[in-house]
């Protein structure tokens, strides 16, 4: 074992500990990248931690994580030195594939100015990465499978909803529900942010009974994020909680894992956003109960 593993089952393993006693997170392994590092950090519910992935199946910085069902896991990393923006890892951390860079006329999909957001798998196993106008949607062996129809900002947050449609944040403050395939979207009102103060949206993450959480921006005397439950009705999404009960966030999360009892928050992947940590929330989006872990991340999810 090198010193840098062993430092980091010393350092980490009691809060690891911690967020597996506290329960609601589900069985299998949390993955988070490390914050400016071509590393993934696994923690699992009995407290061990370990680097789950690092070079040579991870070329450059992880930006965000997002778990299939048959078992693989996409790493979204920068693409700012010329790296594709992704790649397919097994759960021991092998790589298994690697997204396509560019597209049929070799135009680069995520150049240094759009780099890759958020990704989560579709109903047909296909995985949609945001960060465009137009989501960018690949088969499992990272092949590009083509892309959504455009909305009118770059996107951002991304969620599959139980009817299999696909719920994505995109611009300021827009949200909508894509058509399973991509081939049609429905900009949705958002209903959430009438209050003068809240506006900006991000993460999302759905439940099974098709309700979601949504992470929010304040703004005015205090900026800082925020997370309320919505429902997607027809037309609008539609807050459900309170968003002045909401747990104060130093940033506005880019990545949210659910479970019973408890919410993961992984940090804003904005330029200006300070360095953060995953955070554990109560399951009633009121109280942060502190880092996953110690230190800077990027990207949370869970992998079973």
Avoid at 148 to 168: C, E, S, Y
Avoid at 203 to 211: K, L
């Amino acid at each position: 074992m090198t010193l840098r593993r062993l430092l980091l089952r010393v350092l980490l393993a009691p809060a690891a500990a911690l967020a597996a006693c506290s329960g609601g997170e589900g069985a299998g392994v949390i993955w988070m990248g490390e914050a400016g590092a071509p590393r993934v950090l696994s923690f699992s519910e009995r407290g061990e931690v370990a680097v789950a992935a690092e070079p040579p199946a991870i070329d450059a910085p992880v930006r965000a994580i997002a778990a299939g069902r048959d078992g693989a896991i996409v790493v979204l990393q920068e693409t700012a030195g010329g790296a594709p923006p992704g790649v397919v890892l097994a759960r021991s951390g092998a790589r298994l594939a690697t997204l396509d860079a560019a597209d049929g006329t070799g135009a680069v999909l995520f150049p240094p100015v759009a780099q890759p957001w958020a990704a989560a798998e579709a109903a047909d196993g296909r995985f949609w990465v945001t960060g465009r106008a137009a989501p960018a949607i690949f088969h499992p062996d990272g092949r590009l499978a083509g892309f959504a129809v455009p909305v009118t900002a770059a996107t951002f947050g991304i969620a599959p909803l139980p009817d299999g449609r696909m719920l994505v944040t995109f611009g300021l403050n827009g949200v909508a529900a894509y058509a399973a395939d991509g081939s049609s979207v429905e900009v949705l009102e958002n209903a959430l942010t009438a209050a003068p103060d809240w506006w900006g949206l991000d993460a999302v993450a759905a439940r099974a009974d098709g309700t979601v959480v949504v992470a929010v921006m304040h703004h005015g005397t205090s900026i800082h994020g925020g997370l309320v439950e919505a429902a997607v009705e027809p037309g609008r999404l539609a807050g459900r909680g309170d968003l002045g009960a909401s747990v104060r966030l130093s940033t506005l999360p880019s990545a949210l894992v659910l479970g019973d009892g408890l919410v993961l928050a992984g940090p804003s992947l904005g330029g200006a956003a300070p360095a953060a940590c995953v955070e554990r929330i109560a399951g009633d989006l009121s109280a942060s109960h502190g880092c996953l872990a110690p230190g800077g991340h990027r990207g949370v999810a869970r992998v079973r």
